[in-house]
């Protein structure tokens, strides 16, 4: 009797096309032998100095996510406007090469664990204002821009080496809107400030990849309104921004939503890659000041 392959169908049942692809790496790269932890290895001198350069540029203490081998790490540390560098790695073979690496280095602390749960610990460590970088796995992308979204005190600058297919997803602009696009430039305003080719890592990656600069800013909608809009918005990219949020509950009378979506110059049966990020944070304060409730 011939047994049929199992096929994870994980990722078949995320909607989204970045979505697919996280699930996809987190699956199939997690427990590589080779690779176990979806690290690609930035090794290019000059590309680590042209981005260690952005990321000391202001200044101030620095939280590093997965130095790996420490060869961005040592660039920065050779800066005097670098007052200490929080290094988090989770590979327990690369943490203590690290720890051996830079033990003579006052300004060096490195905390073992994953930075999606270590980070709040590395911020207690810093009264000033902060960066994070890192040359970021792709399966965790997503979940750690949400989780730097979250934080009680974000950093002022954020500078990644992520994939450029996500890059280009978060800097997108009307009627290019998307669900990830408007989460992260409700707290941040996004730009790529260059291209690293995929022959520059080792093992090299199936994909080009991108630097990010994200500057941290200040909106008045809150987060937690702005989160449940954003579900609704997108839920159904191809229906109307009237239709999906009328159908998660607003708790609106009948005919009213037209009128609100109009008074903030909201043509209802418009989709929601045409919003513009302050339109969704204006959504956001709507819903926020009537408690309404979207999810």
Not at 124 to 144: M, V
Not at 153 to 162: D, G, Q, S, W
Request: net charge positive.
């Amino acid at each position: 009797m011939r047994l049929k392959k199992r096929r994870c169908r994980a990722p078949g049942l995320l909607k989204s096309k970045y979505e697919r692809k996280e699930a996809y790496y987190r699956i199939y790269h997690y427990n590589s032998r080779v690779n176990r932890l979806g690290q690609h290895f930035l090794t290019n001198a000059d590309v680590l100095r042209k981005i260690a350069r952005i990321i000391v540029r202001d200044g101030g203490p620095i939280i590093e996510i997965g130095p790996g081998h420490g060869e961005l790490t040592k660039i920065l540390l050779a800066s005097p406007d670098i007052p200490r560098l929080i290094a988090i790695e989770r590979d327990p073979a690369l943490a203590t090469a690290l720890e051996k690496t830079f033990e003579t280095e006052s300004r060096f602390t490195l905390i073992r664990g994953d930075a999606l749960h270590a980070l709040p610990e590395a911020i207690s460590l810093l009264d000033e204002q902060y960066t994070i970088a890192g040359n970021i796995p792709y399966y965790i992308t997503g979940h750690l821009l949400r989780t730097i979204g979250e934080l009680p005190r974000r950093p002022a600058r954020t500078v990644l080496l992520i994939q450029k297919e996500v890059a280009e997803r978060i800097v997108a602009r009307p009627p290019h809107m998307n669900r990830l696009a408007a989460a992260v430039q409700f707290w941040a305003i996004p730009k790529i400030v260059g291209h690293v080719g995929r022959h520059d890592f080792r093992p090299p990656p199936k994909v080009d990849s991108t630097v990010i600069e994200l500057t941290t800013i200040v909106r008045k909608a809150d987060s937690r309104a702005h989160d449940r809009v954003l579900h609704a918005l997108f839920a159904q990219p191809r229906k109307t921004i009237l239709n999906n949020l009328g159908a998660k509950g607003t708790g609106l009378a009948k005919g009213e939503l037209p009128l609100r979506l109009a008074a903030l110059g909201i043509n209802p049966g418009d989709r929601p890659q045409n919003l513009s990020v302050e339109q969704v944070a204006l959504l956001a304060s709507l819903w926020d000041n009537a408690t309404v409730r979207v999810y």
